[in-house]
């Protein structure tokens, strides 16, 4: 069932993109400002509409390991719940981090995490330490706690504790109901948790609709949270739709031209924090404002010739941010620079990414495949643990050009990648054409490009 959003919602909140010159905005004129020309200005547009139901990207759940397989030290933060079910067996207790960056700076301010773990956790995330300005060191409580186990006839059964009070005994005992697959059945059943988030100034109260189900082989629990928000926006001459899912890991947005109903969207139309947005040929672009994004900012430059320049954003249409290193096998310099001319393929990989070592004979094929003077194919490594990165290259059969992320001589600003694997077609003028393309798509789409082949 697809999720309408009715026409009658007339709460449009104006961002004027020069249709209209900023001089004779009466919003400026009013406030007696002074705009320099070489500045920006920024709108915030409140997210304010509330859904109970399945966002831009449909029906998708996540799984998350119980907690007997965390570390000690992991555990140190995570609430000591009271009251577990004594009626059941083969207990497993879960815990849904809604923003893992809050919840691990707050815990490391209240000393209850190390510096060196904080740190090690904000490494894994590949989250800039600046991102801490959108932090509180007070408690948020922005987890969903969950247990689980068996009745004597082997019935999974289930309690979230839905007003975050870290006790069971006020919730309630559910039975996992297997399979649901329609709109109102899943919605029906979900359960709605007090939740708190900070949204730049204070802490605020919120729900968060959760929906418990079973993994496909019916032996574990995974969780989807069927929520969103929205708002609408003019943008020049056009109504847009700016859309947040209530669960994002990146705090990434969706923008689409208003209409009264939408299933799953284009991941084309997702916009992930500081990218652009081409709306009636000027660039915007979109920050977060709160950690619920609640709020989110749009920004454009003053100045029009500015606003129709491309960009230099990691995503399609825009110009590819450099990247710089060496090569770990033959210490030669890396520049995306050097490569203006010919098409560039560029995959970020991690070393603990199973999908990312399954792709490497599709990369190699393609890479043995097409001619080495119109397409380079460049590999941004992510080294996990004690792996030996040259040893690893090389058992792998990489033989294209491959950098260490981790090196202090690589250059990746601007990429903030956060999830394994990301690839990038870059063309040779140096703007993005396409991503995460994998198997055969990627040979596909270097096929259609003309690319020659080796004899």
Not at 311 to 324: D, L
Not at 362 to 371: M, S, T
Not at 380 to 403: C, H, L, M, Q, S
Request: hydrophobic content about 35%; proline content about 4%.
């Amino acid at each position: 069932m697809k999720n309408k959003i009715l026409l009658a919602v007339t709460l449009l909140t104006t961002i004027l993109i020069h249709s209209q010159r900023i001089g004779n905005n009466p919003e400026f004129k009013n406030n007696d400002i002074l705009i320099d020309t070489t500045k920006t200005i920024s709108k915030i547009v409140a997210l304010d509409k509330v859904v109970h139901g399945f966002g831009p990207s449909g029906n998708f759940s996540i799984g998350i390991g119980s907690r007997d397989l965390y570390s000690e030290e992991e555990l140190k933060g995570y609430p000591l719940m009271k009251n577990l079910p004594d009626s059941l067996t083969n207990i497993k207790e879960y815990l849904i981090i809604l923003n893992d960056l809050q919840f691990y700076y707050q815990n490391y301010k209240q000393g209850i995490y190390s510096k060196e773990f904080f740190l090690k956790k904000v490494e894994e995330s590949k989250t800039k330490l600046s991102d801490t300005i959108h932090l509180t060191d007070k408690t948020v409580k922005n987890t969903i706690s969950i247990v689980s186990g068996l009745t004597a006839d082997n019935t999974i059964m289930y309690i979230v504790d839905t007003n975050n009070n870290n006790d069971y005994s006020d919730d309630e005992l559910k039975p996992l109901l297997y399979d649901l697959r329609k709109h109102d059945d899943i919605i029906e059943n979900s359960q709605s948790v007090d939740i708190e988030y900070f949204d730049g100034n204070s802490i605020k109260n919120d729900k968060q609709l959760i929906r418990v189900g079973n993994d496909h082989n019916r032996k574990g629990l995974v969780f989807s949270f069927p929520q969103f928000r929205y708002s609408k926006v003019e943008l020049g001459n056009e109504t847009y739709l700016i859309i947040s899912e209530s669960f994002s890991l990146n705090n990434a947005i969706y923008l689409v031209k208003d209409q009264p109903y939408f299933s799953n969207l284009d991941r084309k139309d997702m916009i992930n924090p500081y990218q652009y947005f081409n709306a009636n040929g000027f660039y915007v672009q979109y920050s977060p404002v709160s950690q619920h994004n609640d709020k989110v900012k749009l920004t454009i430059s003053t100045n029009d010739s500015d606003n129709k320049k491309t960009p230099i954003a990691a995503q399609v249409g825009m110009i590819a941010p450099n990247f710089s290193g060496f090569d770990v096998l033959d210490g030669m310099k890396i520049s995306l620079d050097n490569y203006i001319g010919k098409y560039v393929y560029v995959d970020f990989w991690s070393s603990a990414c199973p999908p990312c070592i399954i792709e490497f004979p599709n990369i190699n094929e393609a890479y043995n495949k097409f001619n080495r003077s119109e397409i380079e194919f460049i590999g941004i490594a992510d080294i996990r643990g004690k792996t030996d990165i040259k040893k690893f290259v090389k058992e792998k059969e990489i033989n294209w050009p491959t950098i260490n992320e981790a090196e202090t001589s690589t250059i990746t600003k601007g990429y903030n990648v956060n999830s394994w694997p990301t690839t990038y077609l870059i063309d040779p003028t140096g703007k993005i054409i396409a991503t995460n393309l994998r198997g055969k798509d990627l040979n596909n789409k270097l096929e259609l490009l003309g690319i020659s082949t080796k004899n």
